[in-house]
Every structure is written in structure tokens, then in C-alpha cells.
């Protein structure tokens, strides 16, 4: 096992090195871990406590992240312990301040699915086309459509951006975004529903016309 004298911290040093070489101390393992992290610990909190609060509250999961370090036994991953604390943070600051965060009716519309697109269940019935990455031209397509995606991704509200983020980018468990945002399983799912067509409609804009 790595320690600290031998561990070369990069980005793409496992979460199991790093965890454990934070453990033993590793100043530059743990701030990998907070780079790695910060931004999907910010979403969550913004999704729960909104954004006047949600560094603060990051800021405090990550000093109790860093008091139990040493406890941390790997028996879930070091994401999920991370977000489950990040939660229960946001949680305890709504307790405090006897205030609520609501769902922007908006969000809770029931969306219109192409059927072309989704099946009733939200997964994909016809994915979006690949892109294929053959030619210098067509890797640069990829990476503007990544920024396109990218920013709208910043754009969508909050809990529809963690729910995307934690389900379709993380994989997680319906039941387990819903308790982690305080939010039903169909509540999961309709903002699911919404960030998906949000970003298939960037997606087919821009392979219609180039442009985000």
C-alpha cells in the first residue's frame, strides 16, 4: 500500500489511496480528495439549503469529513460517505434555522416526454447518435459540444442539476437521491426527466447547427 513518502498525488490517483494516505496525514492526498469532490458536494448543498448557505455548509462537511477520517472504514465509497455528510449537514441547517427550501413548481410539472426519446421509465428508447473522434475535426466537435453541455449543465436549477449530476454522472440510486435531496422517489424522477431533455435539445441544437 502506498504511504505518504511514496504516494504520487494525481488526478488520477484511486479515492482508496488517497483516503488512505489522508489518514496517515497526506496534506496533498486530501486536497486532491476536496478538488475532486467540491463540486458535487456544492450542488447537493445548493439543492437542499440553497446557495446563500451552501459553502458554508460545504465548509463544515468538509471539516467533519476531516475529523472522521480516521473512522472512515471504506464500506461505501468515499463519494458516497462525502455527500451523505455534505446531506445531513444541509439537513441540520434547515433544522436550525427552521426554514424550508421549495421545489420551484416549475421543476414539479409533469414534463412533457417525447416518446421518440424516453420510455416511461426515463431510460434512453434511442440514445443520442455517438460522435466518432476520427479526425482532428471531429474531436474539436466533441469538446465544444462537452462546454455546450457543460454550461448548461451551471444553468439548470439547483435540484435538477443534483439530481442529473448524482443519478446520471454518479450513479446513484433513486432512493438514495431522494433521501439524500428530502425529496420523493417521483419528485427524483420528474426533475431527472427535466435536466434530460434540457440537455438532449443542446444536443440536437447543436448537431443541427454547430452552435450551442
Known sequence: MSTISTLNVTPSTPDEQLVSAAQQG????????????????????????????????????????????????????????????????????????????????????RPRLDENNFKNNGHWAAPPSRWHSETPDALLEETQLKRCIEKTLSLLPERQK?????RDLEQQPLEEIADTLTISNANVRVLLHRARLTL???VEHYQETGQC
Request: charged content about 25%; glycine content about 2%; overall charge negative.
Open 26 to 109: 497526506a496534506e496533498a492526498a486530501l486536497v486532491e480528495l476536496i478538488n475532486r469532490y467540491q463540486t458535487l458536494l456544492l450542488t447537493v448543498a445548493r439543492a437542499i439549503v440553497g446557495q446563500a448557505h451552501a459553502e458554508d455548509t460545504v465548509q463544515e462537511a468538509w471539516l467533519s469529513i476531516y475529523r472522521s477520517l480516521d473512522r472512515f472504514e471504506g464500506r461505501s465509497s468515499f463519494k458516497t460517505w462525502a455527500v451523505r455528510i455534505v446531506s445531513n449537514e444541509a439537513k441540520t441547517r434547515l433544522r436550525r434555522e427552521s426554514r424550508t427550501v421549495a421545489l420551484d413548481e416549475a421543476e414539479l410539472e
Open 200 to 202: 438532449l435539445q443542446v
Open 162 to 166: 443534483a439530481a442529473f449530476m448524482l
